[in-house]
């Protein structure tokens, strides 16, 4: 009995930990709040507390001395879900072999990423950040909240899918190692890349069936003398997972030959597609991507940047969105992740999008393809309280991105950024000056 | 006939007696250093202090007065003089051979060339022991900070390869050997045109390493206890290299540069259970938690310049300027702060005038003088599992004394005198001043360097006041600041604090210049190259300026 009482203290000690540590309350005024599943109201407030959304609606009662954000005329709209990325990594590609499954961008994250300050001004606050495409199998990737000033592992999102990239088409095939090595690598073909990917989930399996026979032997009520388990093989530990259905494929592919080459790969093998990323031919395809429940995460515009990419058009997004294909907008690029609410917008010109189906692209869409839909990616009670402030209309071509809220956490407010850059660029002029009077 | 063989073997037997007399010589006659201040480090100080030195060790301690001065004893009257345990610096990359460069074919990387079986990150094996070699000028230099016992590790690759503690007696590497091989280092790097060519990879690598070596070691012993039914497994030599450290626990040395090179480690350490180091760490305040958590021997370097990925140095140069002033050189103080033991290295370093002042900038920020003093005494020598025989003047310990004119670490005060393994040396003084010099080589020159990586183009631009030479260095890589340089009639001597994609390396120049030409060498941990340059006559256009 004491036992039990003991672990029951300690459990509630917990609980009372993990809330503590767990976001702020917050509570933002009047603005006109773009749900995305549910509706807009006009003149909302939103609650969040522990960092968690608890009251959408009107005129709600501040909590005594809650921090509260002013929103009068403003648009609030979940935060934005970049679900292609390669922020806050110190290194991308592992591109001297052409199959590295082994390597995990849990590894090398880095959190003092300033490319994460730029993300924020644009009212993102999650992101997919994942291996390059310089391998046919590449690495595992990882889901991200950008808190900036956090520790690298505080930024992670344990309630995401494991991932693992792969890529097809020109980038793994014209790839060669690094450096002073500049023999060109195996595969050079398309059909190379498909061939290389089959026959590791062939050894994956075979690796499988090993480890499966060896536990068996292993429960045996009297194991065989001289058992040794089989070599662990990190190379094939992540194909493994896939084929048991722990990790599911983010794939790399432009055209839809290889995209439907990959397609029969999964149903030859048993894993799951999650994404195709780019994917510029998906509008010839989109009834098989449906078919086959998978995610494409590509680019607003600016296609045929090359031979693969030269059948891409302005309204594939639009399209295959139409067509009931689970569609975001992604950046990849540390550049255009500031920009996203722009590009979500072209697609109501090219591909004639609602309002709410453009903003879907960029938050519960993305949401829904890394598997985070239940905690974020609309503004639903419940749900964790992060969220976009902007002065205009999100897809208005003039909006700028006026506050990022992480977890009732204000993790970018422009207006305090403005003084606090002013005030810095004060203080370098100040260590210039002092520089050039020390020369003299 | 006869007669020659008796005078051959008295001949003989002379050198015999000559031979048997050199082994006692070697150890040093019998010291007492009297009318001291004695400080050691385990106790309080002592003063008017004698220490006795007999065959090595430290025979007493005491005060003077309190001890009988043996009749044997040669006298070292050190009065006003303090008396500090040699300083130990756990870990260093000095007195090594340089490392081979790349076999490279002339010309195109031929067909004929052999290919290198082992990749390059794979240097496990390789013994620091094996690669010394005993340059007279670094141990003095050393003995200038007042360090008489150093780790010595390989620098390069992920596996470097493995340490050795020597004492630094100033003769052949054997008489020198505290501890050999010590431990294991590692180091977060990439290799180059190979995999592993990211640090994700590198990653990969190590847990893989780990893995195979921990099933290597289960299949063997089982073959070994029990080969029924099992094939015999092969030899590897690598493996075998990890064995003791994986599996018996000696120790791994991370060499970690920032924050996320700790926590890998500390990662690393709990997946495998490792008997691990943390090195370098002057980012370690910034994850004291982990430090605390994990409780690993810190080795931290006095090497205080910031990562090149820390945060402090990517917003403005006011930042970084304070990063570098005050913010990292705190590094040492806040983990005192913090409750952390540590031991100090000169790791990054290798001019005692630059321990020497790293080690005054670290007090000013913060980190007490005793317990600076314990950093470079008793800690280490209690890391590297020498407590018994370094670290503090105590009966028993191995004669290691530095004899100084003021408390050590103070700027004026100089050391005169130092004890290693109870020989004697006496401390050469800092050399003259610079002589006047009639030249003016300010301005700027085309520079040609020669280094088995290749001939590189650079632009130096010398900024003279006097005697004192400062300036830049840009090549492709960069652009780099000229230190401490010094033009003594036509020598030049100069330091480039180098930044190489991301790594901050020291560089020393010393050679010779007069008004047009500028002709010497520049070694780069141990790396030699040669730079020769030609002024650009003043008003000139640089080339690549158009």
Same mark, same amino acid.
């Given at each position: 009995m004491k036992?039990k009482?003991?672990v029951?203290?300690?459990?509630?000690c917990?609980?009372?930990?993990?809330?503590?540590?767990?976001?702020q309350?917050?509570l933002?005024?009047?603005?006109t709040?773009?749900t995305?599943t549910q509706g807009?109201?006009?003149?909302?407030?939103?609650l969040?507390?522990?960092g968690v959304i608890?009251?959408i609606?009107?005129?709600?009662?501040?909590?005594?001395g809650i921090q509260i954000v002013?929103a009068?005329g403003n648009?609030?709209?979940?935060?934005?879900i970049?679900?292609?990325?390669h922020?806050?990594?110190s290194g991308i590609?592992?591109?001297t072999v052409?199959?590295?499954?082994?390597?995990?961008?849990r590894?090398v994250l880095?959190?003092e990423?300033t490319?994460?300050?730029?993300?924020?001004s644009?009212?993102?606050?999650?992101i997919h950040?994942?291996?390059g495409s310089?391998?046919?199998i590449a690495?595992?990737?990882?889901?991200?909240?950008? &808190?900036?000033?956090?520790?690298s592992?505080?930024?992670?999102v344990?309630e995401?899918y494991?991932?693992?990239?792969f890529?097809?088409g020109?980038n793994?095939k014209r790839?060669?190692?690094?450096?002073?090595?500049?023999?060109?690598r195996?595969?050079?073909t398309?059909?190379g890349?498909n061939?290389?990917i089959r026959r590791e989930f062939? &050894?994956?399996?075979?690796?499988?069936?090993q480890?499966?026979r060896?536990?068996?032997l292993k429960?045996?009520k009297?194991?065989p003398k001289?058992l040794?388990?089989?070599?662990?093989d990190l190379?094939?530990e992540?194909?493994?997972?896939?084929l048991?259905g722990e990790i599911?494929?983010r794939?790399?592919?432009?055209?839809?030959?290889e995209?439907?080459e990959?397609i029969n790969?999964?149903k030859e093998f048993?894993?799951t597609?999650a994404c195709?990323e780019h994917a510029?031919?998906?509008y010839k395809?989109a009834k098989?991507i449906v078919?086959?429940?998978?995610?494409?995460?590509?680019?607003?515009d600016s296609?045929?940047y090359?031979?693969e990419?030269?059948?891409?058009?302005?309204?594939?997004?639009?399209f295959?969105?139409?067509?009931?294909?689970l569609?975001?907008?992604?950046?990849d690029?540390?550049e255009r992740i500031?920009r996203l609410?722009?590009?979500?917008?072209?697609t109501?010109k090219y591909?004639g999008?609602?309002?709410n189906e453009?903003?879907?692209?960029?938050?519960?869409?993305p949401?829904?393809q890394?598997?985070v839909?239940d905690?974020?990616?609309?503004?639903e009670?419940?749900?964790?309280?992060?969220?976009a402030?902007?002065h205009?209309?999100?897809l208005?071509v003039?909006?700028?991105?006026e506050m990022t809220?992480?977890?009732?956490?204000?993790?970018f407010?422009?207006?305090?950024?403005?003084?606090?850059?002013?005030?810095?660029?004060?203080k370098? &002029?100040?260590?210039?000056?002092?520089?050039?009077?020390?020369?003299? | 006939?006869?007669?020659?063989?008796?005078?051959?073997s008295?001949?003989?037997?002379?050198?015999?007696?000559?031979?048997?007399l050199?082994?006692?010589?070697e150890?040093g006659?019998?010291?007492?250093?009297?009318?001291?201040?004695?400080?050691?480090?385990?106790g309080?100080?002592?003063e008017?202090g004698v220490?006795?030195i007999r065959?090595?060790?430290?025979e007493a301690v005491g005060?003077?007065g309190?001890?009988?001065?043996?009749?044997?004893a040669?006298?070292?009257?050190?009065g006003e003089?303090?008396?500090?345990?040699g300083?130990?610096?756990a870990?260093t990359n000095?007195?090594?051979e340089p490392a081979r460069?790349?076999s490279?074919?002339?010309g195109e990387a031929s067909?004929?060339q052999?290919?290198?079986?082992?990749?390059?990150?794979?240097?496990?094996?390789l013994m620091?022991?094996?690669?010394?070699r005993?340059?007279k000028?670094?141990?003095?230099?050393?003995?200038?900070a007042g360090i008489t016992?150093?780790l010595v590790?390989p620098?390069?690759?992920i596996?470097?390869g493995?340490?050795?503690?020597?004492n630094l007696r100033?003769e052949?590497?054997e008489?020198m050997?505290?501890?050999q091989?010590?431990?294991l280092?590692?180091?977060?790097v990439t290799a180059r045109?190979?995999y592993?060519s990211?640090?994700m990879g590198?990653?990969?690598l190590?847990r893989?390493?780990?893995l195979?070596?921990?099933?290597?070691?289960l299949?063997?012993?089982?073959?070994?206890?029990?080969?029924?039914g099992?094939k015999?497994?092969?030899y590897?030599?690598?493996?075998?290299?990890?064995?003791p450290?994986?599996?018996?626990?000696?120790p791994?040395i991370?060499?970690?540069?920032n924050?996320?090179?700790i926590k890998?480690?500390?990662?690393?350490?709990q997946e495998?259970?490792?008997n691990?180091?943390i090195?370098g760490?002057?980012e370690?305040?910034r994850?004291?938690d982990?430090?605390k958590?994990a409780?690993?021997?810190?080795?931290?370097s006095l090497?205080?310049?910031?990562?090149?990925?820390?945060k402090y140095v990517r917003?403005?140069?006011?930042?970084?300027?304070?990063?570098?002033e005050?913010?990292?050189?705190?590094?040492?103080a806040?983990l005192?702060?913090?409750g952390v033991k540590f031991?100090l290295t000169?790791?990054?370093?290798?001019?005692s005038?630059?321990?020497r002042?790293?080690?005054?900038t670290v007090i000013k920020?913060?980190?007490?003088?005793?317990?600076v003093?314990k950093a470079?005494?008793l800690?280490?020598?209690?890391?590297?599992?020498i407590?018994?025989?370094?670290?503090?003047l105590?009966p028993g310990?191995?004669?290691n004394v530095?004899?100084?004119?003021? &408390?050590?670490?103070?700027?004026k005060t100089?050391v005169q005198?130092?004890f290693?393994d109870g020989m004697?040396?006496e401390v050469k003084?800092?050399s003259k001043?610079a002589e006047?010099?009639s030249l003016d080589?300010?301005?700027k020159w085309?520079?040609?360097?020669?280094s088995?990586?290749?001939?590189?183009d650079?632009t130096?631009?010398?900024?003279?006041?006097?005697?004192n030479?400062?300036g830049?260095?840009t090549s492709e890589?960069g652009k780099w600041?000229?230190t401490?340089g010094?033009?003594?009639?036509n020598?030049?001597?100069?330091?480039i604090?180098?930044?190489?994609?991301g790594e901050?390396?020291a560089?020393?120049?010393?050679g010779?210049?007069?008004?047009e030409s500028?002709?010497?060498?520049i070694s780069v941990?141990?790396?030699n190259a040669?730079?020769k340059?030609?002024k650009i006559?003043?008003?000139g256009v640089?080339?690549?300026?158009?």
């Amino acid at each position: 009995m004491k036992n039990k009482c003991f672990v029951l203290i300690v459990c509630l000690c917990l609980l009372g930990l993990i809330n503590v540590s767990y976001g702020q309350d917050l509570l933002i005024k009047n603005g006109t709040i773009l749900t995305v599943t549910q509706g807009e109201i006009p003149n909302g407030d939103i609650l969040i507390v522990n960092g968690v959304i608890k009251q959408i609606g009107r005129d709600i009662q501040a909590p005594e001395g809650i921090q509260i954000v002013d929103a009068t005329g403003n648009f609030i709209i979940p935060g934005i879900i970049d679900s292609h990325s390669h922020l806050a990594l110190s290194g991308i590609n592992e591109g001297t072999v052409a199959i590295t499954s082994e390597v995990d961008m849990r590894d090398v994250l880095n959190a003092e990423d300033t490319g994460i300050l730029t993300a924020l001004s644009g009212g993102v606050t999650m992101i997919h950040t994942m291996h390059g495409s310089a391998n046919p199998i590449a690495g595992e990737n990882i889901v991200l909240k950008l &808190k900036w000033g956090k520790t690298s592992e505080d930024l992670i999102v344990h309630e995401a899918y494991r991932t693992l990239k792969f890529a097809l088409g020109e980038n793994p095939k014209r790839s060669r190692a690094s450096g002073t090595n500049t023999t060109p690598r195996y595969p050079q073909t398309r059909m190379g890349v498909n061939a290389i990917i089959r026959r590791e989930f062939n &050894k994956a399996k075979n690796y499988m069936e090993q480890w499966d026979r060896y536990e068996k032997l292993k429960a045996m009520k009297k194991p065989p003398k001289n058992l040794i388990p089989p070599r662990k093989d990190l190379r094939l530990e992540p194909l493994a997972a896939m084929l048991r259905g722990e990790i599911v494929a983010r794939c790399h592919a432009y055209q839809a030959d290889e995209m439907i080459e990959f397609i029969n790969l999964s149903k030859e093998f048993g894993f799951t597609i999650a994404c195709f990323e780019h994917a510029w031919e998906g509008y010839k395809i989109a009834k098989e991507i449906v078919a086959n429940n998978i995610g494409i995460s590509v680019f607003a515009d600016s296609w045929a940047y090359k031979v693969e990419a030269s059948e891409g058009i302005a309204y594939n997004a639009g399209f295959c969105a139409n067509q009931g294909v689970l569609v975001s907008i992604n950046s990849d690029s540390g550049e255009r992740i500031r920009r996203l609410f722009n590009d979500a917008a072209k697609t109501m010109k090219y591909g004639g999008l609602s309002e709410n189906e453009a903003l879907r692209l960029i938050t519960i869409n993305p949401a829904i393809q890394l598997g985070v839909d239940d905690i974020v990616g609309s503004l639903e009670v419940g749900k964790h309280g992060d969220i976009a402030i902007f002065h205009e209309h999100p897809l208005s071509v003039y909006t700028r991105c006026e506050m990022t809220i992480i977890e009732g956490d204000i993790y970018f407010d422009r207006a305090l950024y403005l003084k606090e850059r002013e005030e810095m660029e004060k203080k370098e &002029k100040e260590t210039a000056k002092k520089k050039k009077g020390g020369g003299q | 006939m006869k007669k020659q063989k008796i005078i051959l073997s008295i001949f003989l037997s002379a050198i015999l007696i000559i031979a048997t007399l050199s082994v006692y010589a070697e150890v040093g006659p019998t010291y007492a250093i009297v009318h001291c201040t004695v400080v050691p480090v385990s106790g309080p100080p002592v003063e008017n202090g004698v220490i006795i030195i007999r065959n090595g060790l430290i025979e007493a301690v005491g005060v003077f007065g309190g001890i009988t001065i043996p009749d044997d004893a040669e006298v070292i009257e050190a009065g006003e003089m303090y008396a500090y345990p040699g300083l130990i610096s756990a870990h260093t990359n000095l007195l090594l051979e340089p490392a081979r460069p790349p076999s490279q074919t002339q010309g195109e990387a031929s067909s004929s060339q052999q290919p290198d079986e082992k990749p390059g990150w794979q240097k496990a094996e390789l013994m620091a022991f094996e690669s010394l070699r005993i340059k007279k000028t670094t141990i003095e230099d050393l003995y200038k900070a007042g360090i008489t016992t150093i780790l010595v590790a390989p620098e390069q690759n992920i596996f470097a390869g493995q340490s050795v503690v020597l004492n630094l007696r100033g003769e052949s590497k054997e008489a020198m050997v505290l501890k050999q091989p010590f431990g294991l280092h590692v180091n977060f790097v990439t290799a180059r045109g190979e995999y592993p060519s990211s640090l994700m990879g590198t990653m990969a690598l190590l847990r893989q390493s780990f893995l195979d070596t921990e099933h290597y070691r289960l299949y063997k012993e089982q073959f070994t206890k029990s080969p029924s039914g099992l094939k015999r497994p092969e030899y590897n030599p690598f493996l075998e290299n990890l064995l003791p450290y994986v599996i018996n626990k000696k120790p791994i040395i991370f060499n970690c540069a920032n924050i996320e090179d700790i926590k890998r480690a500390i990662r690393l350490t709990q997946e495998f259970k490792l008997n691990s180091y943390i090195s370098g760490a002057n980012e370690a305040w910034r994850v004291v938690d982990w430090i605390k958590k994990a409780q690993l021997p810190l080795l931290v370097s006095l090497d205080t310049r910031p990562p090149n990925m820390s945060k402090y140095v990517r917003q403005g140069d006011a930042l970084k300027k304070e990063a570098e002033e005050s913010i990292y050189p705190a590094n040492a103080a806040n983990l005192y702060k913090d409750g952390v033991k540590f031991a100090l290295t000169s790791l990054g370093l290798s001019k005692s005038a630059d321990i020497r002042k790293n080690l005054r900038t670290v007090i000013k920020a913060g980190f007490p003088e005793e317990e600076v003093l314990k950093a470079m005494t008793l800690y280490p020598a209690e890391y590297l599992g020498i407590k018994n025989l370094v670290g503090s003047l105590e009966p028993g310990k191995i004669a290691n004394v530095v004899l100084t004119t003021g &408390k050590i670490f103070d700027e004026k005060t100089v050391v005169q005198k130092i004890f290693v393994d109870g020989m004697f040396f006496e401390v050469k003084q800092p050399s003259k001043k610079a002589e006047p010099t009639s030249l003016d080589i300010s301005g700027k020159w085309k520079a040609v360097v020669d280094s088995s990586m290749g001939a590189m183009d650079m632009t130096i631009e010398f900024i003279q006041d006097g005697s004192n030479i400062t300036g830049s260095f840009t090549s492709e890589m960069g652009k780099w600041d000229i230190t401490d340089g010094v033009l003594s009639g036509n020598e030049l001597t100069f330091s480039i604090s180098a930044n190489i994609m991301g790594e901050s390396m020291a560089m020393e120049f010393s050679g010779t210049v007069d008004e047009e030409s500028l002709e010497g060498d520049i070694s780069v941990q141990g790396e030699n190259a040669k730079l020769k340059a030609t002024k650009i006559p003043d008003g000139g256009v640089e080339e690549n300026s158009l």
